[in-house]
């Protein structure tokens, strides 16, 4: 009883101390060493902390398939620094005719500005499935509404950088089609739950490295 009692109040005061970090400190860098807790990384040792943990390189991404675009995160995970800010952020590049397919970042709203290149982009709601379009070049924003499902397509003939500034830390990425076809979920319960074909479904989940 004794040890379950000292192991839950040893729990509260990492819990709230990781909490007050955010409000009392001017930052609380990431210290990935140990576990990230639902409010966030603990703080890494003030002593430990420099100016490196406050800067980060967006250097151009690999382009994969299928969908030809490619991503990378500068969330809490990576940018030690964004740790307790409330922020987080992305560089994506689309190749000739790729798109980023429809995902959702569950904990965040998105501002995307465009540095090059012509993007098709949109979202839609959750309500109604109201679909909100709009054609995007150089310099232009959009903003997602939190959780939405949303995509960008290349529609141009060059590439396209763009860059994802997001309201959270961690704001989580979920592509549609990977979470519906890439996985072991098996093919009679996505064709229930989809009404896609048998063999659409056996493709998709080929394409996707799925299984089932």
């Known amino acids: 009883m004794g040890t379950t009692l000292f192991f839950f109040i ?5 819990f709230t101390s990781t909490i007050s970090h955010g409000l009392t400190q001017d930052f609380c860098v990431a ?14 040792n003030i002593e430990n902390v420099t100016a490196d943990d406050f800067s980060f390189s967006f250097e151009p991404t ?6 030809k675009f490619g991503v990378k995160f500068g969330f809490a995970p990576q940018f030690h620094g964004v740790n307790g800010q409330g922020i987080g952020l992305a560089r994506i590049d689309i190749a000739v005719g790729g798109t980023v397919p429809l995902h959702t970042h569950p ?6 500005l465009i540095i090059s290149g012509t993007v098709v982009m949109g979202f839609i709601t959750s309500d109604s ?19 939405l499902q949303h995509f ?21 990425f979920q592509v549609t089609s990977f979470s519906m076809f890439g996985n072991d979920l098996s093919t009679d319960m996505v064709k229930s739950a989809t009404a896609v074909s048998t063999s ?13």
């Open 10 to 14: 040893f729990q509260i005061i990492i």
């Open 31 to 44: 210290d990935t060493s140990l576990p990230e807790s639902p409010s966030g990384y603990l703080c890494k």
């Open 62 to 67: 690999n382009i994969i398939d299928p969908f």
């Open 107 to 112: 904990r965040a709203s998105e501002l995307v």
């Open 129 to 147: 499935n109201m679909l909100y379009q709009t054609t995007l070049n150089a310099n232009d924003v959009m903003i997602v509404p939190r959780g």
């Open 152 to 172: 960008q397509i290349n529609t141009g003939k060059v590439p396209v950088t763009f860059y994802a500034i997001l309201n959270n830390q961690n704001p989580g």
């Open 200 to 212: 659409e479904i056996k493709r998709l989940k080929k394409l996707l490295g799925g299984s089932g």
